[in-house]
Every structure is written in C-alpha cells, then in structure tokens.
C-alpha cells in the first residue's frame, strides 16, 4: 500500500497543489507525474498510473498547473512555457525535500511539457510520454471554431462539461515551441506509450517523437483507443504504470526497441 499526502510549493505563478505518493519502503527513486491539459492531479488517469508506480518502489510527485484544481494562478493568463516552468519547480522541490526526481512521466501535452522541461532537469534519465503530441502546437487544432475568438483576443472554450478562458499569448506560446529540437537534445532514457488507433493525437505524433530521440529508448502500444487514458479501466492505467516500470532505464540503459501491447490502456 502507498502513502498520499498533499504538498504545496512555489510555482511559476504562485502556490502549486501535489500530491506526493510514496511506496511503504524508502523510494527507490523519485518521479514528477505531469497531467493532460485542462486535466489536473486528480483524475483517475494520473493518480492510478502514479500509484502503479508507488506500488514498484518509486515516489511519485503528481501536481495541478498554475490556474488548474487546488493551485493559485489564473488559467487565462497561463501557457505552455508555463507549465515547463511549472515542472522545473516541481524539481526543485522534490530534490530539496525529498530527493531528486530522475524520471519524468507525461501525458498528452503534459507529455510535451515534460520533453520541454527535461533539459533544465540535471538529474532526469528517464521519460515517460503518454498520448503525447510531437509539438504542442497540435492542441490549437483541437480547438475548432473557438481559435479565431482566441486568436483576437481571448474567449471561454469548454472540454468534458467544464469552461476554461483561453488569450491570444497561448497560441502564440504554442506555435513557438522548438519542440522537436528539444526532443532531438533530450539525454535520457524515453518511453514513449500511444494507442496505434488514437483519434485525438495521432500515433504519428509518437512515431515523429519516437524517430528524433536519441537511443535509449522503446515504445509501447496502447490498446482500446476508444477509451480515454483517463476513463480508461483500472487495470488499463495500472498497465500503464507498469509499463513505465518495466521499461525505466537508467542513463546507461538498454538500447534495444520493443514493441508491447498492453490490453485495456485507451486513447484520451
């Protein structure tokens, strides 16, 4: 059994809100969780594939973004570079509190923000990256027919029944991303976990991230695209968690690609 206690920390824009999960004996290591846009720490998806992982030994920081669930800041005026900033601080307090995270785990565009942030994280030597897009600008093409009112200024979009206030400067933000110059530096162990039938972000995204990384690293098919990762069946998101254990590598990991398929895992 794991433990679970909330934590507060100084993020980019005022206080953060985790949840630290720690296994019954002292961690083997430690890991940052980053969740889906608009998501935060709370959804089935990251406490389940957290707690997967607390269940192998590691301590697992999972938090919500500037302007998300229990955090200070307004959504509005966020962005992804803050998010990046977000997990940079994130860091900061596991490596003064507990210890330092050497692997970072992402889903969807919080999979992007963690290949973004992993260069300004020393002691990072292995990524996890889950449905993730290979440049953040893909989530503008999501937005459908409210990225023109973005675009002139700011509007209110609404994503699984709940509104969320959009400006300009996050479209600008995304579509400057060097993204796949970063992924192409990034000097750690990847993972990289996506349905082959994933209606949101495509599996090429994962196939682009996957062919500008550098050795080591492996890739993992999720099946029953269907589902999202985050309504996806317990056993699907522990399978993910698990999959992130089995193929952690350290910095002088295996260079060997495999291809797994892991029943029950969804799409977004």
């Not at 935060?40 to 998300?68: H, M, P, Q, W, Y």
């Not at 994130?90 to 330092?100: I, K, V």
């Amino acid at each position: 059994m794991s433990n679970s206690e909330r934590v507060t920390f100084a993020g980019s824009s005022g206080s953060l809100s985790g949840r630290l999960e720690t296994p019954e004996q002292p961690p083997t290591t430690w890991a940052v969780f980053a969740h889906c846009f608009t998501c935060g720490k709370d959804n089935s998806a990251a406490a389940r594939i957290s707690r997967a992982l607390t269940g192998s030994g590691i301590g697992v920081l999972r938090f919500d973004f500037t302007g998300l669930g229990d955090s200070e800041g307004d959504f509005a005026a966020t962005g992804f570079s803050s998010n990046v900033d977000d997990l940079v601080c994130a860091a900061d307090f596991m490596r003064a509190s507990h210890g330092a995270p050497t692997m970072l785990i992402g889903h969807s565009l919080g999979g992007a923000a963690v290949l973004a942030a992993a260069s300004r994280i020393n002691d990072v030597n292995a990524i996890a990256v889950i449905g993730t897009p290979a440049d953040p600008g893909h989530v503008a093409g999501l937005l459908r027919q409210s990225r023109d009112d973005i675009a002139a200024g700011e509007a209110t979009i609404s994503i699984a029944g709940r509104e969320f206030r959009l400006q300009r400067q996050f479209l600008d933000d995304i579509a400057a991303q060097p993204q796949r110059e970063r992924i192409r530096a990034a000097d750690a162990a990847l993972l990289v976990l996506h349905s082959p039938t994933d209606q949101v972000v495509s599996v090429d995204n994962a196939r682009e991230i996957f062919d500008i990384a550098r050795h080591p690293k492996s890739f993992v098919a999720l099946d029953s695209s269907k589902e999202s990762y985050h309504t996806a069946g317990q056993g699907g998101q522990a399978g993910i968690g698990r999959a992130c254990c089995a193929r952690r590598l350290d910095a002088a990991g295996a260079r060997t690609v495999r291809l797994v398929v892991l029943p029950g895992c969804g799409g977004h």
